[in-house]
């Protein structure tokens, strides 16, 4: 016969075994930079692999249901962060914020600790013990947390002014501002070029016209 506590502690050391076998936790930046690609290109299923890592994974390509599912949380993301990086300017509703928040609430962090090569290692995994069935899932909604923190991923989301896509602005190498613009220095140089463009033809127009 298996005690009441005998029953909890094989739960426990299931759990243990379990979280043993797992691949290794993603960085929280990983899943934030997994979320914006959400929102870029409906990348669902590598967001998947990386908040359900280990976990088996519908093909996704070709099923109506996943594709649609898909396309939803890339247009709600889309909002989303649009939202985030526009509130100094049109202030996010209170619903909104409860929304996010009561997702977000749905998920529990799960820390493990270990010592590699003398130093202690915090990997967190999440786990969502109440599912909403509204967008956000709860691992979208705590990325959103992040992001509106600006102590934390907030102050480095930003929009490329050239291709629109959301990306996490990089510290600068050396010394030097933060490339917030642009996503990348392709697109910057890009953007440039355009703009360059532009201001000659116009130069050349005015000059015809005298
Ligand atoms: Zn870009």
Not at 31 to 47: F, H, K, Q, T, Y
Request: hydrophobic share 35%.
């Amino acid at each position: 016969m298996v005690t009441k506590t005998g029953e909890t502690e094989l739960e426990l050391s299931r759990w243990a075994e379990r979280l043993r076998k797992e691949p290794p936790a993603p960085s929280r930046s990983r899943i934030v930079e997994r979320a914006l690609a959400v929102a870029n290109r409906g990348a669902w299923i590598d967001w998947l692999r990386v908040v359900h890592p280990g976990r088996e994974l519908p093909d996704g390509e070709g099923d109506p249901l996943f594709t649609d599912g898909s396309r939803a949380a890339q247009y709600w993301m889309q909002a989303a962060l649009t939202a985030i990086i526009e509130r100094k300017v049109t202030p996010l509703t209170p619903e909104q914020i409860a929304q996010w928040c009561g997702s977000a609430e749905g998920v529990l962090s799960l820390p493990s600790y270990s010592v590699v090569g003398g130093k202690l290692r915090t990997d967190v995994r999440y786990q969502e013990f109440e599912h909403h069935r509204e967008q956000p899932d709860g691992m979208l909604a705590l990325v959103l947390m992040w992001l509106l923190d600006e102590d934390d991923f907030g102050h480095r989301l930003s929009l490329c002014q050239h291709c629109g896509k959301f990306f996490l602005a990089k510290p600068p190498k050396k010394q030097g501002r933060w490339l917030r613009r642009y996503c990348s220095p392709t697109h910057m140089q890009e953007a440039l070029a355009v703009l360059s463009r532009e201001r000659s033809s116009k130069w050349r127009k005015n000059r015809k016209q005298k």
